[in-house]
């Protein structure tokens, strides 16, 4: 099996040629990212596997499979990027549903911290050998509220960090778990009573900019936004004046709705022409990573092989439906998927 890879970087390479060395599987590592513009690339290959930032509309997808790529092989959770119903009875689809839970949601919670503790600044002043507190009153996160969006394995975890603080937990998912013993409420409670709302949804036609002008008129005074799960969950305009009018106390994000030609990318000697996201940075309430919750070793080590497996076991002519994704084709009462059949 021939593989591009594309946006690859040096600590992705690692965990493939481990998991790839001794199988049929040759990759061909491409740094640039898929897109209209280099999906050429793909051609003579069986599969392409991706990120998040790669960008596999109904053009890219219809030239894929002229080309012959029979695979989409998603190396993360999230699939807003590929546009699966163009997919649907051309080439299937796989992802990693869970690489590390505890990773994303750990970051969550280190983004929370330092945002509230003004670590960054702490560290700054320090490193001048400045070590005055003026500005630096954080609050106790024990007794405090949070709302968590969103109750996947993610949300479930960094649930159970926040009760481990001595928080009081709000959750809200459009299909809630009664297993989990989270305490659900309607998105209108969860916004009015939380003190930190933390973002862990898939970006869906449904949540796309879930946190948006309304949503924050809705939010208690002063509370935080935490957003480890996708950038286009917050209309980054209203994020900025719900900061500028106080609303917003901070915000901690891992994503950022126009990321897809910054992330991952060394800009430092360059002049950044997105002005909403200079704006963004240069607050010293807002904390912005670069979509890196997700990096751990053991995360990584959990894509690559999952990823690989999930290569094998498609051209074996096998199936995986929990690694599949759904196409939401018309077929709801006789779904192949839920039939343990490919879905075509």
């Known amino acids: 099996m021939k593989v591009a890879f594309f946006d690859a970087k040096p600590y992705d390479k690692v965990g493939f040629d481990r998991y790839t060395e001794g199988t049929d599987i040759s990759i061909k590592y491409f740094e640039t990212h898929l897109n209209e513009d280099t999906v050429s690339l793909a051609k003579g ?4 596997c991706v990120f998040v930032n790669d960008i596999v509309n109904k053009t890219v997808v219809d030239k894929l499979y002229e080309q012959g790529v029979k695979m989409i092989a998603l190396r993360c959770a999230g699939f807003n990027n590929v546009d699966t119903r163009a997919c649907f009875g051309k080439i299937h689809v796989f992802r990693v549903p869970a690489y590390s839970p505890y990773a994303v949601a750990e970051h969550a919670m280190a983004l929370l911290l330092s945002l509230n503790r003004h670590i960054p600044r702490a560290y700054n002043r320090t490193k001048d050998f400045n070590f ?8 106790d996160l024990h007794g405090k509220t949070v709302g968590v969006i969103g109750t996947g394995k993610i949300g479930k975890i960094f649930s159970d960090i926040c009760k481990g603080f001595g928080m009081n937990i709000l959750a809200y998912d459009k299909f ?20 930190v709302i933390s973002l862990h949804c898939p970006l869906t036609e449904d949540t796309h900019h879930l946190i948006n002008k309304d949503s924050i008129a809705q939010l208690k005074p002063g509370t935080i936004i935490i957003n480890t799960s996708r950038g286009g969950l917050i209309d980054t305009e209203a994020l900025i004046d719900g900061i500028k ?43 912005v990573t670069s979509h890196q919750a997700y990096l751990t070793r053991e995360a990584l080590d959990n894509i690559a092989n999952t990823t690989v497996n999930n290569i094998q076991i498609f051209f074996a002519g096998e199936l995986n439906p929990e690694t599949e994704v759904c196409y939401h084709c018309a077929r709801k009462e006789s779904c192949r998927k839920e039939r343990h059949k490919k879905c075509f």
């Open 45 to 48: 290959f069986d599969c392409v």
């Open 132 to 139: 005055t507190l003026a500005g630096l009153t954080g609050f």
């Open 176 to 195: 809630p778990n009664p297993d989990l013993g989270l305490n659900y409420v309607e998105l209108p409670e969860l916004l009015a009573k939380s003190d």
């Open 245 to 287: 009018s106080g609303q917003v106390y901070g915000a901690g994000l891992d994503v950022y709705e126009e990321e897809g030609d910054l992330f991952y990318e060394d800009f430092s000697g360059h002049v950044i022409q997105d002005d909403t996201l200079i704006r963004l940075i240069a607050m010293p309430n807002v904390i």
